[in-house]
């Protein structure tokens, strides 16, 4: 744990020392839904600048999630050319966060990101569509990473008192960079 604080003040120091700005660059999306609760699934990122991508997502859920559970687990590449774990897994239940029992930042982030992004209102999820529309990751609710492609893994289950079923696992792939600057305003912003 301390050494955990101690990589990401390490990490914070040199971010602040040096000028340039540092983006989340969206790469790829992947959806790996339980197809037995989650149908019609399309995941998309759309790149609209060197900087920035937009993701769109949709999927139709069969039954309710009455007490959705999130796990968001980051991998960073190494020079091996593989994900290994880097700093971050945390599980939350969504409801403890809308209800204000749990402060996690990871759950805070996520939460506020479904609240701007997608058709989410409640933490109680009715069978029906879900969407999410224009996503993208705000750098500055990040803690800055070094420069590399990270994973970020985010798993959604749902459990009651004796079972725990798996919803649904999307994947995304991010580069952590230093801002792209051009002379010419890139198309859609
Ligand atoms: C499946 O998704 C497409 C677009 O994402 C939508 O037009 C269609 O109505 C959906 N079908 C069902 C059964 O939800
Ligand atoms: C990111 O969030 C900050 C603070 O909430 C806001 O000022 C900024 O405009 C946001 N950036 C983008 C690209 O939305
Ligand atoms: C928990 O969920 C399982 C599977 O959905 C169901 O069979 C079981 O009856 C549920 N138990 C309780 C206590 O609700
Ligand atoms: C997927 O959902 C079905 C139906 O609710 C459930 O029986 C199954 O255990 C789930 N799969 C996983 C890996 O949790």
Redesign the pocket.
Known sequence: MTLTWLVLLGICFIWHMTDSQLVYKLNNIECLPNQSRVTNVSCKVKAVSWNMALVNMDCYLIFPINNPTIRVQVFMKDYSNQFKPFLIDATFKLCEVVERKSFLPYGVMIWELFKSFTNVKSCHFSPGQVSARNGYLNTSYVPPFPHGQYQITVMFS??????T?SVGIVKFFLQAMDQIKSKKRPQGT
Do not use: G, L, Y
């Open positions: 749902d459990s009651n008192s004796t079972h079923e």
